[in-house]
């Protein structure tokens, strides 16, 4: 690999969290994900797709119960 290749290959690209929901939703009604790579030119294969969306699953149950514990703390301290 030259050292233009390895340039090129290691360039990380970020989407705005809108654009990722928005492929989200897309797949979620029924888009392959060979169809969104050929639209959108970005690719995630199903097990990163799953391994996300476990990590959403975990990230949501911590935020829930840091909700509760918040309003329990209020409620304790008012």
Known sequence: MTDEEHFTTNIAI??????KQA???????????KELHEE?????TNEQFKQL?????RLREELN????TAVL???RWS
């Open 73 to 75: 703390l209020a409620k």
């Open 23 to 33: 492929l989200v939703d897309l797949h979620e009604k029924g888009r392959s994900f």
């Open 14 to 19: 970020h989407y705005t969290p809108e654009f």
């Open 40 to 44: 959108y030119g970005t690719a995630v």
């Open 53 to 57: 969306q476990k990590e959403n699953r």
């Open 65 to 68: 119960i840091l909700t509760r």
